[in-house]
């Protein structure tokens, strides 16, 4: 007779229990993906023990050398071999998992290193000899000891050893190194108090300073400022709106850059729950929602926002890495983060980045001098007095476009822009680009930009205040669902309706789509829940409807707004600059792109060599 079951042979598998080197090595697996997973571990480590001061050495990518020296607590002899055993830490004591204020809580780092690579340890207390000890594949020597300052010093050589077919998932030496970069740039972030050095000592020379990051002063909203600065750069400081904003037990600072400051991926995003860097989708989302109004969908935002709250409203023991967090609520921790950006930026006002202008003044530094070309053979232009008589410059009049006034020039220049961030309108060229003069420079606007984004903003309070107008269906849309996605669809019911879009349960695992948004017109309402759904598995929350009706109005404002090719009077300009300057978000149209640049008059007078 056949075997009923051709999975289940004659002879039983046997349950045996594994020995310790092959748990480290498993272990090892999930907590150390590569070198940077090492140095995280271990430059966690040194900030609980209290240090000052962190150097992170490495060669070849820390393939073969990583090393980590803090000025911290210590371990005296008798800790180093506990240390090394698994699942012993100084962090917990195991009664709550859940109250965690350090980094580390799992005793799980060294002993996975020691498993899979060449570990050694060297330590002293404050008043203590020092003592070293050494793993090596698992194998641990005997505490001797030896001499060294206070702190501790982590040498792990030839990782993966152990693994050898681990060492064929590392990518390259300059990949590898940038990936520690990358991890120690995140933890100085975490720690602005804290001096972080890394250093590569790849070759037989002495080695080079990758990254430095000396312990700021201050204040710690100050202490964050100077760090970002030193990390992320200078630029990104100049362009973001500092973030502070509670609710609920939570508090989020930080700082977000303006949506002109926008990036071609997310590699700007750096998120921070209780100064632990992670990697969650549902704070990512809250970021994207935050921006997704002020962007277009190729376009990501800027941004490093700490998340502070009781450790017994999140959970951080949810990833082998620690990368990913939990939250007791998770609706609590979106909302603050949406709010608090939407007000943030809606207080920056017209505000453009700096980048703008930087980048126009690029665009028009000077040509290399080519052969000489004598007067008789430039290109004939035009007399001053046909381009004081073009449309645009007709109604003013000064010469050059001055706007139409009789105030003495001697007057205007200073008090007329003096009060008005975008200046006084001085003429218009090429049917579409305003030239504003400022008290410290000038402004070129984009007149159709700009005017969309208004148009835009005054639909979009309409709608805040009247609501999305809905139009009921003659036969409802019954839509066949899971039992988890009906659930999951009907939790947001309420969002979706305050757009227009309203549905009912309809029994068992179907829903009934009643009512749509007008302002859609006819919409295929299965497709709009099934992308609905899967924007809520992705990501936690959705925007569909919103982004939509949205859209809608961005449409509406673009056909609305003042067409480019249209000469204006220097009263429609200037009423213009002083809606925009009244305006949130006016620095930037429906696209995401800046409606003006500004140019300071030093910068202008440099490209003219007057400096």
Known sequence: MANANPNIGENRPVIRQL?????????????????????????????????????????????????????????????????LTRHATSK????????????????????????????????????????????????????????????????????????????????????EAQAIADVV??????????????????????????????????????????????VLGAEFIDNAIPIDATRDGLHLTGFAALPTYSRGSAVAQYLFVNGRPVRDKLLVGALRAAYFDFLSRDRHPAAALFLECDPNLVDVNVHPAKSEVRFRDPGVARGLIVSALRHALAEAGHRASTTVSTATLGAMTPEPQGARVYQMDRPRTPSLSSIQQTPAFAEASAPWGRVADETPPQQSQHEETA?????????????????????????????????????????KNQMAEKGVSAQALLIPEIVELSSDDCARLLDVSSDLASFGLVIEPFGGTAIAVRETPAVLGTVDARAMVLDILDELADAGS???????????????????????????????????????????????????????VELKLADIERLFGRT
């Open 92 to 175: 917990i004591d195991g009664s709550d998992l859940l109250n965690i204020n350090t980094f580390g809580f799992r005793g799980e780092a060294l002993p996975s290193l020691g498993a899979v690579g060449r570990l050694s340890i060297v330590s002293r207390v404050l008043g203590a000899a020092g003592v070293e000890i050494s793993v090596s594949g698992g194998r641990l020597s005997e505490p001797k000891p030896t001499a060294c300052n206070v702190g501790t010093t982590v040498t792990l050589r030839d990782l993966f050893y152990a693994t050898p077919a681990r060492l064929k998932f590392l990518r390259t030496d300059r990949a």
């Open 19 to 83: 020995d310790e080197a092959a748990i480290n090595r498993i272990a090892a697996g999930e907590v150390v993906e590569r070198p940077a997973s090492a140095v995280k571990e271990l430059v966690e480590n040194a900030v609980d023990a209290g240090a000052r001061r962190i150097t992170i050495e490495y060669a070849d990518g820390g393939k073969t050398l990583i090393r980590v020296q803090d000025d911290g607590c210590g371990m005296t002899s008798a800790d180093l071999p506990l240390a």
């Open 419 to 459: 009060d008005y961030p975008l200046g006084t309108a001085r003429g218009q060229v090429h049917e579409n680009y305003i030239i504003a003069q400022t008290a410290t420079g000038m402004v070129i606007v984009d007149q159709h930009a700009a005017h969309e984004r208004l148009v835009y903003e005054k639909l």
């Open 185 to 230: 740039k995140r933890l100085a972030m975490a720690e602005p108090f804290v001096t972080l050095l890394l250093r590569d000592v790849s070759g037989e020379g002495k080695g080079r300073d990758v990254f430095r990051a000396d312990a700021e002063q201050g204040d710690l909203f100050g202490a964050l400022r100077g760090r970002l600065a030193r």
């Open 542 to 596: 959705s925007n569909i409807v919103q982004a939509r009706v949205e859209a809608i109005l961005s449409r509406m404002a673009c056909h609305g707004s003042i067409r480019s090719g249209r000469w204006m009077r220097a009263e429609e300009m200037n009423a213009l600059l002083r809606e925009m300057e009244n305006t949130p978000h006016s620095g930037q149209c429906n696209h995401g792109r800046p409606t003006y």
